[in-house]
């Protein structure tokens, strides 16, 4: 995604393109992976120190509201971020947190009833486990 599509987008969702919000969301799209607040301020930051961490935190909040950005809870560990692409899944490990990508399938909505009140924005299915790399590791304690 170029520079003026970003713009676009970020317009589109009715949020100002400032410096730092642009820098945000460009690092986003341009990194596959899930990092953190810290993450995200530390490569902006070195790209415009000027930028500083409340402000950092505050354009991922608005960029999450937006529905532009995605965040991920991992429980015991730093909320991961995820710029909105295709719709997806995710499988976080429980030994070493790594986020990955999961290929979308579709989640049945509860009936209206269920939800009372309450209004839904979406579902989404988080799986839990060990990653391809941990997996090994554990299989080989228990067996020793």
């Not at 995710?90 to 990955?100: A, L, M, T």
Request: glycine residues 8%; proline residues 3%; charged residues 30%.
């Amino acid at each position: 995604m170029d520079g003026e599509a970003i713009k676009r987008l970020l317009e589109g969702s009715g949020l100002r393109c400032t410096a730092q919000r642009y820098a945000v969301m460009a690092f986003l799209v341009e990194h596959a992976g899930h990092p953190t607040a810290a993450e995200i301020f530390e490569a902006v930051n070195r790209l415009d120190p000027r930028s500083s961490r409340a402000t950092t935190y505050n354009n991922l909040r608005d960029l999450v509201q937006a529905g532009l950005v995605r965040e991920v809870a991992v429980e015991g560990r730093a909320a991961r971020f995820d710029a909105k692409g295709m719709r997806h899944h995710h499988f976080i490990c429980d030994r070493c947190g790594e986020v990955e990508d999961m290929e979308w399938c579709d989640v049945p909505r509860p009936g209206s009833g269920s939800l009372g009140k309450r209004v839904l924005r979406e579902c989404e299915i988080i799986f839990r486990g060990l990653c391809a790399k941990c997996a090994p590791r554990h299989a080989s304690r228990k067996v020793s």
